[in-house]
């Protein structure tokens, strides 16, 4: 079955009555303090007390968003204007599907958003999310399949799984960073783009290199909806050279 797509950026309308596709929060709401009760320890009454007080949290519940990420990708194509009426796009890493929902209102009905993540997805409108491991043999050749011809922007948010440990978890997420961008490589049409999760000190040495090459600017960029006390940011990689 068809599912029909909003018409470009203007975007369809999210929840609650609020246009979708603003990329900051409308305004302040009450600080909102938790208490320490029951089995919650600190560390958790912490992260429900920000999760509380975050703007972006709950500007994302107004506008229908899965997640407060999907700012993150609205803040950088505000700015950079990668996400064009009719493109194809690929979601790596995509749930719970914030990003899927920004790719696809932004594209309009001509374009195609396909999304791929280990963990399961809800249905997104207008895009077809896969429930596999990207790390997988088969999952570039199925994301391939699906798409048909060649990508206009690949997305990755993928992060692994913290041990607490920076150096290896940076080396972990490099390592989805270098895989991500051997397929974008593949898919991508002449005049692409590739946006990619790096840790603080960003894409470096080999990775670097390569991007610097094969795209004609590479910035990276810290979006406003990043938490300050995150060490994540984003390389942006624009005008693949084909």
Request: charged letters at 25%; glycine letters at 12%.
């Amino acid at each position: 079955m068809s599912q029909r797509r909003s018409s470009g950026r203007g975007g369809p309308r999210g929840g609650g009555g609020h246009e979708r596709n603003i990329a900051r929060p409308s305004g302040r709401g009450l600080t909102v303090r938790v208490k320490t009760a029951g089995k919650r320890t600190q560390s958790s009454t912490r992260w429900l007390e920000r999760q509380l007080n975050d703007p972006y949290v709950a500007e994302a519940k107004k506008q229908g968003y899965r997640s407060r990420a999907a700012f993150k990708l609205l803040q950088m194509d505000d700015k950079y204007h990668f996400l064009k009426p009719g493109a194809k796009v690929v979601d790596l890493g995509a749930a719970p599907g914030g990003w899927s929902q920004v790719a696809v209102d932004r594209i309009g009905e001509r374009g195609k958003v396909i999304g791929i993540d280990l963990l399961p997805i809800d249905p997104v409108a207008g895009a077809d999310l896969i429930q596999m491991d990207f790390m997988s043999e088969e999952a570039p050749d199925e994301l391939k399949r699906r798409l048909g011809g060649l990508a206009n922007v690949v997305l990755s948010d993928m992060a692994a799984s913290s041990t607490g440990h920076a150096q290896t978890d940076h080396l972990k997420i490099m390592a989805l960073a270098e895989t991500a961008y051997d397929f974008a490589k593949d898919v991508l049409a002449k005049g692409g783009a590739f946006i990619c999760k790096v840790l603080q000190g960003g894409a470096t040495g080999e990775l670097l290199t390569l991007l610097k090459r094969d795209f004609a600017d590479v910035k990276h960029v810290k979006p406003p909806a990043s938490r300050s006390d995150s060490a994540e940011i984003y390389v942006v990689a624009l005008g693949f050279r084909g």
